[in-house]
């Protein structure tokens, strides 16, 4: 398959960019944030999405979605990262819709997915215990406990906990913390008896949560996919969420670089404008060189896990190491090149640096994903 | 769709048959290489062999057109036949100046009776060139160059003096810029000129370089006739050509930031004895190694996307120099790496062991890459003028 879109995705990224830049652009972002927001989200733009068909693009058109592929969600995710647009659309229409599509039996799915494809729901994945990701560390315990199990643990930088209908909780139901075997993932009520949440305002204004589960009952029925073996799906799972989140970060690092080239052709100094000093220029010309080879691998990871998914995880890992390495440059380029108005918060370049860190850091960062790279290949 | 999976079964069937076992080992080094050229010594009957093989096939250029030897593939026929080689590590089967960078720039820029003369040898081995673009005076800013070509009615008579003419000293022709106007502003007196190495009035001498190899020369012209049916293109207009043939330079040199035997990483670390568990100074470089391989990956992919916009018109032209600029630094990080993984081994020079200092003689030819075919300052330049548009670039 070609390395480029194709004229669909082409036609689906031009729509997304038009969409996005007129309601959810960088001053959507501000106002949620400098309203206090309690939601962090907004209904009306989520509405949007769902007429859109942005909620259904990864639900199959059996639960009334669109069945679409990662390609498509990660063009519109590059999009989303453009304009810094908060919304659940990573959380529900892709890892939670993922999660369940691949992993649910009928009655669940009957029971969410044309729900998350109407936009009526929200859901996440709660799956980090620590302040760094690493699945195979689940700890939250999952207890037999009559006709189902008993939960207790934490989790934190749960996208959208606070307002979210669904919680899809990785447990340990066998072994220890560190082993992949054991993990079980849970379909959880976040108002069930015992669910403690706590909205965590991050740097990025956009929504996470830590919860605390205390002898939380769910029944048999909330099992996702099998007992004990539930990290190969919850691999699959995060690897589209790692790519959607590479995607993002991608659009995030090239709008900042677009809009500092933009900045360095305009601003004045020593009577003539920056961009002209090759101190300047040959800096540019490194970041734009990365952000060439960031997109060529994201559409690569992106493509791979629609048409090979279970041979995705090492492209995936590159993808989302390399990305997250040069939206960082990227955005630190860009806040450096800006000078002074930079470093205010009138400037939008410095939201961009903000949401670059809390992706990177978001399903592995890229040394979490370089680690992974050496392992694959052995050493 | 279904032609192209004809096309690779049959290809895979094809290649199993001929490529010989010998050349589907890993080149030990440059010397394995095949350049082809009248003063060619086949390294071994395979190597013979195989070149034989493919280039009836006119396989050794799959995408030129058949009518001038090459082998009429369409680009996906012909990056189906670079997978499958790669499937089965095949060597390349013939290398040279005149198959990655004259070919391209004749098909574009030459006569009918051009291409017809120079590009069926060139598919076949027989003829093989080499560059002569840089002059003393005239490295990164290359337009500067001020060999002569005086107009003497039935034929041009050069003067000059060219200086890291690659394999000058082992080559038959040369594709050589040359000043036909020197009153002319510097990128519009420039010609662009083909002739024989043998012609009175050439000499070369090879230059010795840090890594004790010398596959560069300086090149002299000393009253060299060349025959006026040998311009290509317009007169005082090859800078044109000049530029395009660059291109096609780059995009060599940046395939060398791709490696044939897939992650450094694992390489290296079995040079060193790195292991998991090791101590931090292995961690320290296992870390290096890793942002190595996931660098090289995804670099691999720009590539292709690269070439896959190419197929849909969709390049811009200047992103060769984007290739050219990360292959070169990548290739250098490579062979430091390599250096840093192999200790005290990497640096023996001489003797059976070391493979006479293979290992630390291409690290050091590894540095010309971000100077070959356009500085890593030059291609920086080229991106923020022609990609980004920058003021004054």
């Not at chain 1, 629609?306 to 040069?326: E, H, M, T």
Request: aromatic share 8%; glycine share 10%.
């Amino acid at each position: 398959m070609p390395l480029v879109l194709t004229d669909e995705q082409a036609m689906l990224r031009d729509s997304a960019r038009g969409y996005l830049s007129e309601h959810a652009p960088v001053a959507a972002l501000r106002r949620l944030r400098d309203s206090r927001d309690a939601e962090g989200v907004s209904r009306d733009l989520w509405r949007g999405f769902a007429d859109m068909g942005f909620t259904g693009m990864l639900v199959p058109e059996a639960y009334g979605g669109l069945g679409l592929g990662c390609v498509e969600a990660g063009v519109v995710m590059e999009e989303i990262g453009r304009n810094l647009t908060a919304s659940p659309f990573l959380s529900t229409a892709i890892v939670a819709a993922t999660a369940l599509a691949r992993g649910g039996g009928d009655a669940q799915k009957e029971e969410w997915l044309p729900r998350i494809a109407g936009g009526q729901v929200i859901a996440t994945l709660a799956v980090d215990e620590g302040a760094k990701h690493d699945p195979r560390k689940t700890a939250l315990k999952a207890e037999r406990s009559g006709n189902g199990f008993r939960l207790n643990g934490r989790k934190a930088f749960v996208l959208d906990g606070h307002v979210a209908d669904l919680a899809i909780v990785a447990a340990r139901t066998a072994g220890v913390a560190g082993e992949p075997d054991g993990i079980t993932l849970f379909l959880v009520d976040p108002k069930a008896k015992g669910v403690a949440i706590e909205r965590t305002v991050m740097v990025d204004a956009h929504n996470a949560a830590r919860i605390e589960f205390v002898d939380v009952e769910v029944t048999s029925d909330a099992v996702l996919g099998e007992v004990d073996t539930g990290y190969r799906l919850l691999e699959g799972v995060l690897n589209v969420g790692r790519a959607a989140v590479a995607a993002e970060i991608t659009g995030v690092g090239d709008e900042a670089m677009g809009r500092t080239l933009a900045y360095i052709k305009e601003r004045q100094q020593f009577g003539r404008v920056i961009g002209e000093f090759q101190a300047l220029q040959h800096r540019a010309a490194h970041l734009f060189s990365e952000v060439e080879i960031a997109k060529a691998v994201v559409l690569k990871a992106l493509q791979t896990l629609d048409g090979n998914f279970d041979a995705a995880a090492p492209i995936v890992s590159i993808a989302k190491a390399k990305a997250g390495q040069v939206a960082t440059l990227a955005v630190q380029e860009a806040v450096q090149m800006h000078g002074g108005v930079g470093m205010t918060d009138e400037f939008d370049i410095g939201l961009f640096m903000k949401r670059a860190r809390v992706a990177q850091e978001l399903f592995g960062d890229s040394n979490f994903h370089a680690d992974r790279i050496a392992r694959l290949n052995g050493y | 769709m279904a032609d192209l999976e004809t096309f690779r079964a049959e290809t895979r069937a094809w290649l199993e048959a001929n490529c010989p076992p010998e050349m589907r080992l890993p080149m030990r080094d440059e010397e394995d290489r095949c350049w082809g050229g009248k003063k060619w010594t086949w390294a071994s009957e395979a190597q013979k062999q195989w070149t034989e093989r493919m280039v009836a096939r006119g396989w050794t250029a799959p995408e030129w057109p058949t009518e001038y030897g090459g082998g009429g593939l369409s680009r996906e026929e012909a990056k189906i036949l670079r997978t499958e080689m790669r499937r089965i590590k095949a060597r390349s089967p013939l290398d040279s100046f005149g198959l990655w960078m004259l070919g391209p720039a004749l098909l574009k820029y030459g006569s009918e009776e051009q291409k017809k003369q120079y590009l069926p040898p060139i598919v076949r081995g027989e003829i093989r060139w080499c560059q002569g673009y840089s002059e003393p005076g005239a490295g990164s800013d290359l337009a500067s160059l001020q060999t002569r070509a005086e107009d003497k009615g039935d034929h041009f008579l050069v003067n000059g003096q060219k200086v890291w003419t690659s394999y000058a000293d082992k080559a038959d022709w040369i594709f050589c810029l040359v000043r036909t106007d020197p009153k002319a502003p510097k990128h519009e007196g420039i010609s662009f000129v083909l002739f024989d190495m043998a012609s009175p009035g050439v000499s070369t001498k090879p230059i010795v370089l840090i890594s004790g190899k010398s596959p560069f020369c300086e090149t002299f012209f000393d009253d060299v006739q060349v025959p006026k049916g040998q311009l290509v293109g317009e007169l005082n207009k090859g800078w044109d050509v000049a530029k395009y043939l660059l291109g096609h330079e780059r995009e060599m040199i940046s395939n060398i930031g791709v490696m044939d035997g897939g992650s450094l990483g694992a390489v290296a670390s079995r040079q060193a004895g790195l292991s998991r568990d090791g101590d931090s100074a292995d961690y320290l470089l296992r870390a290096d190694l890793a942002r190595f391989d996931v660098d090289a990956a995804a670099f691999a992919c720009a590539l292709e996307r690269t070439g896959d916009l190419a197929k849909i018109r969709a390049a811009h032209p200047a992103l060769s120099s984007v290739l050219k600029y990360y292959g070169a630094v990548l290739n250098k990080r490579r062979h430091e790496l390599l250096m840093t993984a192999g200790g005290s081994d990497a640096l023996e020079w001489e003797g059976e062991r070391s493979k006479d200092g293979v290992a630390a003689k291409s690290w050091l030819r590894t540095k010309a890459n971000s100077i070959e075919g356009g500085t890593d300052e030059v291609q920086l330049n080229i991106i923020a003028k022609r990609l980004l548009s920058l003021p004054g670039a």
